[in-house]
């Protein structure tokens, strides 16, 4: 063991002193474990001391997990939040044995804006509203909340879910609540602005959040020091702590980069009863299974295989998979080759079938899932691929594609499985790509 210890210190001396994730392996190169950093080399270090007493600072489990590894890899992110979206995406993603935490369908916070209501309201929120403005994810939400109090006194929108129209004339006999009159809100509910003010003011507020902010810290900065040179100490703290969450408004995600595919689920209650009608199953659709392949230019081509249940992520049931067979880049043939891998223990017998598999692609992609099932000689599920630049529907046995409405709740699900599909090949690849870190 002390040796191998010695070993492992070895190799994290040339662990950059940045940000980032680090990755506890065993001798097959399974991921046991991750972790973030403010400092990788130190903190991955820090198990490995020779003085260290890891069961009385870390427990037992950590105790475990040491006599396990074998080695310690890591991936460097831009900054710490970077570093602390994508453990949280990558636990739940790879599900090591060790991580307690962050295994649930736990979310990140966002600030949402909904911009299609007549008067859009602000909010904190975990679930966010379909056609909103999203800012976020943040990682730390104590400075979202009290950034929420700060920009409210400066933009005055409103935070309460009254469906509140313009049309409504009955507005004018409104009380507004307290908010109005402490002048943190406009009171839109009791018509106190119009709707081209309101609409300009989260416009100001939109072009604040995508800005430096210089204007209004600036400001606040006077302020502080104004107050500190007549020595009102509290207010300049306060001040001081009023700059230092705007500021932390930075903190923050991408949508698009750090997307939380909990959060985005469709409403599956009606959703699946009409997917079965419109792809005329015979049965009822609960399980659907979406496969995608992802590469750059041939290299490090992967597999991924994502499970939804009900109309919901089951993430127990993501698969991963490095292309073994094929050479180059063929995707319909590495496609056929994770057909193979994922359905050959079905059909022994030894696994669940699903109701439905979507395959990330056209017509080709189609014709390889059904060669995959020939080849295993039995009869295939439900198969659909749904192309991405048409969004196209076919159906194995069906001449003609499908072409639903953008607004069908049957396509969003299926979209939703697809881009789910796409995103977990993609963020595998990444990882490969540039560490090669998470073993098969």
């Known amino acids: 063991m002390a040796d191998k210890f010695e070993q492992i210190r070895q190799l994290i001396r040339a662990f950059p002193t940045g940000p980032g994730l680090y990755f506890m392996k065993d001798s097959k190169g399974t991921v046991l474990y991750i972790g973030k950093a403010k400092n990788l080399r130190s903190r991955a270090a820090s198990y490995f001391q020779p ?19 074998d080695t310690v890899d890591f991936v460097e992110t831009k900054n710490e939040v970077d570093a602390v979206l994508q453990e949280a995406r ?14 649930d369908d736990k979310t990140f916070p966002y600030l949402e804006i909904t911009v299609r209501d007549e008067f859009p309201g602000v909010y904190l929120t975990r679930k966010p509203r379909t056609n909103s403005r999203l800012f976020g994810p943040f990682a730390n939400v104590g400075d979202l909340r009290g950034a929420m109090v700060i920009l409210q006194k400066i933009f005055k929108f409103r935070t309460c879910r009254l469906d509140i129209s313009a049309s409504d004339d009955k507005r004018r006999f409104f009380r507004p609540c307290i908010l ?13 602005i119009s709707r081209a003010d309101y609409k300009k003011s989260i416009n100001d507020l939109i072009k604040f959040l995508n800005s ?23 207010k300049a703290a306060m001040y001081r702590d009023r700059i230092r969450i705007i500021e932390n408004l930075d903190k923050r995600g991408s949508v698009s980069e750090d997307v939380q595919p909990e959060v985005f689920a469709v409403e599956p209650t009606d959703t699946l009863v009409k997917l079965q009608k419109i792809l005329d199953a015979p049965n009822p659709v609960r399980i659907i299974e979406g496969f995608d392949i992802a590469h750059i230019a041939g290299a490090e081509t992967v597999g991924s295989l994502v499970r939804f249940i009900d109309g919901r992520p089951f993430k127990a049931g993501y698969r991963r998979y490095k292309i ?3 050479s180059g880049i063929d995707d319909y043939a590495c496609l056929k080759e994770v057909l193979l891998r994922r359905f050959r223990h079905a059909a022994a017998g030894e696994e669940l079938w ?5 395959i990330d692609g056209g017509i080709g992609q189609l014709h390889a899932a059904e060669d995959a099932f020939k080849e295993l000689n039995v009869k295939a599920p439900l198969l659909v691929s749904l192309a ?15 072409k639903l409405p953008a607004t069908n709740p049957a396509k969003k699900l299926l979209q939703y499985v697809r881009d789910e599909a796409h995103r977990f090949a993609q963020h595998y690849h990444h990882i490969l790509r540039h560490r090669k870190t998470i073993g098969d």
């Open 324 to 326: 073994k067979t094929v």
């Open 388 to 402: 991405k630049r048409e969004e196209i529907i076919y159906i194995a046995g069906k001449a003609e594609p499908l």
């Open 51 to 69: 003085s260290a007493d890891i069961e009385s600072s870390r427990g037992p489990r950590i105790t475990e997990m040491l006599a396990k590894v």
């Open 212 to 234: 430096k902010r210089t204007t209004v810290l600036r400001q606040l900065q006077k302020q502080m020091a104004e107050s500190a040179k007549a020595r009102d100490y509290e």
């Open 354 to 358: 699903p109701d439905l598999v979507l």
């Open 90 to 103: 990558l636990i739940k993603d790879v599900r090591p044995p060790y991580n307690a935490d962050l295994t």
């Open 180 to 192: 109005y009159s402490i002048k943190q809100c406009t009171a839109p509910c009791a018509d106190r």
